[in-house]
């Protein structure tokens, strides 16, 4: 296997003990991305296609730029030294000052940090959620986009092009679950970016589904459990049960402590592959179908019902694609899956109905928000 530079570990955070803001309106984020869509789009009309095509083509110095100003936290230095020219930067963070000012520099001028006629760098309104310590884990996706593991498999999109199959395996020899086994610095990271998207996403799935409904709710591959201690914590008679891998939960209980859920989660370490727990009267995934192809879904649909009763729900949180979709979050995600995952995408409605009726539930509805979806499954 190939060998990276260790990645820090994911700055602290302190958790609300109370439940997460309220997402805004749906038809609000609709018409917010639609407008930003366009807008991007009216800018490219205004530029020669060349120049549009060339700045795409430079979008891995975009990654690996901000992962390295990430690693180095800078945006840290300048909210807690004030605003700073490289050299002091560099004399405190031990870095080349020459090669800081450049990188710092090209920054500014896409928008990311501010600089002053003398080369004083300062935070503005972009950089400031690089910082460490903010929920949305902004600093942890770029430490996770830039590492080495990831970048290595998007140089083979070509193969996964021509083969379909996953370029992370072909590079790393293993699939990114057991990369992560064997890498856990990229474990703790990655685990803190799926804590930042369902910070982003939970509260819009407390208000899609009726969970008030539920008594006690399994998450499968449920992360840290911030979904679960925020459903929880919004409905008082509600317990939970928290699967994923023991890795992935020796954090977990920090969290669920820091939320003052941990008496009403139970801990269930092991692979959902291997066996689910029974007795709750729903079962709830979120962004685990999509990292697998459609037999290996089958197989873990097939395992949840094994473990459910008839009537319990399954409770599918995913992103929803259409053949032709214009939903620029779920293509880019959709092929962030292909890349990285065993045959992992993004699915429609039909597909998600076709997979649950395979593994023994039958689909009941779909609760839509434009950045995730609710499918609910029965087993019959
Ligand atoms: C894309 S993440 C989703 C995490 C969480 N559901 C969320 O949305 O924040 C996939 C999760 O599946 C877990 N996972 C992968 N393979 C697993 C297995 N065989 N058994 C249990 N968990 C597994 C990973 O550790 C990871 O937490």
Not at 126 to 145: A, C, H, K, T
Not at 168 to 192: C, L, M, N, T
Request: glycine share 8%; proline share 6%.
């Amino acid at each position: 296997m190939p060998t990276y530079l260790p990645l820090p570990p994911p700055s602290r955070l302190e958790l609300p003990a109370t439940a997460l803001p309220a997402p805004p309106p749906a038809a609000a984020v609709r018409c917010m991305l639609a407008v930003r869509n366009a807008l991007v789009r009216l800018t490219e009309l205004l530029s020669p296609a060349e120049l549009t095509l060339f700045e795409h083509a430079t979008g891995v110095c975009k990654t690996a730029l901000l992962g390295a100003i990430a690693r180095f936290d800078i945006a840290d230095f300048l909210a807690t030294r004030g605003p700073a020219t490289a050299e002091v930067i560099a004399r405190e963070l031990g870095l080349n000052a020459g090669v800081l000012h450049r990188a710092l520099r090209e920054l500014a001028n896409r928008g990311i940090f501010s600089m002053s006629s003398d080369g004083t760098f300062a935070n503005n309104r972009l950089s400031l959620p690089l910082r460490s310590g903010q929920l949305s884990r902004v600093r942890e996706w770029l430490l996770y986009f830039s590492s080495g593991s990831n970048v290595a498999a998007w140089s083979e999109l070509s193969e996964t092009l021509r083969t379909g199959q996953s370029a992370f395996r072909k590079v790393h020899g293993a699939s990114v679950w057991d990369w992560f086994e064997a890498h856990p610095d990229e474990r703790a990271i990655f685990a803190d970016c799926m804590m930042g998207l369902t910070a982003a996403d939970a509260p819009a799935i407390a208000q899609l589904y009726p969970f008030g409904e539920v008594q006690r709710l399994c998450d499968v591959g449920g992360g840290r459990g911030l979904l679960l201690s925020e459903l929880v914590l919004r409905h008082p008679r509600l317990r939970g049960v928290l699967l994923d891998s023991p890795g992935v939960l020796v954090s977990a209980q920090k969290l669920l402590e820091q939320r003052g859920v941990a008496d009403r989660i139970e801990l269930s370490p092991g692979s959902f592959f291997e066996s689910v727990p029974s007795g709750c009267d729903a079962y709830l995934m979120k962004n685990i179908l999509h990292d697998w192809d459609d037999a290996t879904c089958v197989r873990l649909l097939q395992n949840v019902r094994r473990a459910a009763s008839v009537g319990a729900r399954m409770i599918l949180c995913e992103a929803l694609a259409e053949r032709c979709t214009r939903d620029l979050l779920a293509t880019r995600a959709d092929l962030q899956m292909a890349v990285v995952c065993d045959d992992g995408r993004e699915r429609d409605v039909a597909e998600f109905k076709g997979l649950l009726e395979q593994a023994g539930f039958r689909y009941r509805r779909v609760f839509r928000f434009p950045t995730i979806n609710v499918i609910e499954g029965e087993a019959i």
